[in-house]
Nanobody
Framework: QVQLVESGGGLVQPGGSLTLSCAASGFIFRTAAMYWYRQVPGKQREWVATITAYNSATYTDSVKGRFTVSRDDVNSMLYLRMNNLIPEDTAVYYC?????WGRGTQVTVSS
């Protein structure tokens, strides 16, 4: 079955960086568009970034220029490099394929 397992979250100071990873299995990763979302308790899950099977990336406005999504099709891995983090980036981050979600990884930006 499809599995998406996020890792790499943690506590970081404002201005710091983190790289999230998502290990994918159970589907043909190299042909799939992949997505990052995030959610703050009490708020709707928010789309963060998309990377297509052709490596074309798009981002929500609030992370443009700070976040970079990438993929490794050989190892079925999805990444989200997050630079210049701000407290408003604090959330649980999820990876997603066409209709499956991972369980998320917590990112906390605080001094």
């Amino acid at each position: 079955q499809v599995q998406l397992v996020e890792s790499g979250g943690g506590l970081v100071q404002p201005g710091g960086s983190l790289t999230l990873s998502c290990a994918a299995s159970g589907f043909i990763f190299r042909t799939a568009a992949m997505y990052w979302y995030r959610q703050v308790p009490g708020k709707q899950r928010e789309w963060v970034a998309t990377i297509t099977a052709y490596n074309s990336a798009t981002y929500t406005d609030s992370v443009k220029g700070r976040f970079t999504v990438s993929r490794d099709d050989v190892n079925s891995m999805l990444y989200l490099r997050m630079n210049n983090l701000i407290p408003e980036d604090t959330a649980v981050y999820y990876c997603k394929n066409y209709n499956n979600w991972g369980r998320g990884t917590q990112v906390t930006v605080s001094s």
